[in-house]
């Protein structure tokens, strides 16, 4: 039970940082976000990785792969955006790889992140009468993250 309401707490809190920086910087674009809080974006050839997020000599890095369409560009940066802010000092890539600790909630948490900066509650709203599959199709996102930005609104 605790755990679930640790859960929600910081699902909303995620709610309330992202109104935050959307407000204060006025763009919901990960891209810009990250320019403005001082996190270096390098777009470059990482193979089937599609990004990835770290912190070198206290400096943020997201990178993104070059090869991504530039809708999978914009939701790779808003989730690596997600563990930039959320995770700092966690490099979940050297964690996965090099540890025996699941990364799924840090995942899930960047992917809520993602979500909930790049589609808002308005567009959820607007087309509520959509089947998950028609919302997909028209936003671009798959289901499985509509799924998280619609339970959790």
Do not use: W
């Not at 990482?46 to 369409?69: A, D, F, P, T, V």
């Not at 993602?114 to 589609?119: G, H, M, R, S």
């Amino acid at each position: 039970m605790r755990q679930i309401q640790k859960d929600v707490i910081l699902l909303l809190d995620i709610k309330k940082r992202i109104a935050y920086l959307k407000k204060k910087y006025c763009t919901s674009n990960p891209f810009e976000l990250a320019d403005a809080l001082g996190i270096l974006v390098i777009k470059e050839d990482l193979g089937s990785i599609e990004g990835y997020y770290n912190k070198q000599l206290r400096h943020k890095q997201i990178h993104i792969n070059c090869n991504l369409s530039e809708k999978d560009m914009l939701l790779t940066c808003a989730h690596e955006l997600g563990h930039a802010l959320l995770h700092p000092d966690s490099n979940t890539k050297f964690l996965r790889n090099n540890t025996l600790l699941s990364v799924d909630k840090l995942e899930r948490e960047a992917n809520y992140f993602a979500i909930e900066l790049l589609v808002s509650d308005e567009a959820i709203q607007e087309y509520k009468s959509y089947t998950i599959e028609q919302l997909s199709r028209l936003l671009g996102y798959s289901e499985q993250l509509l799924l998280l930005k619609i339970e959790n609104r």
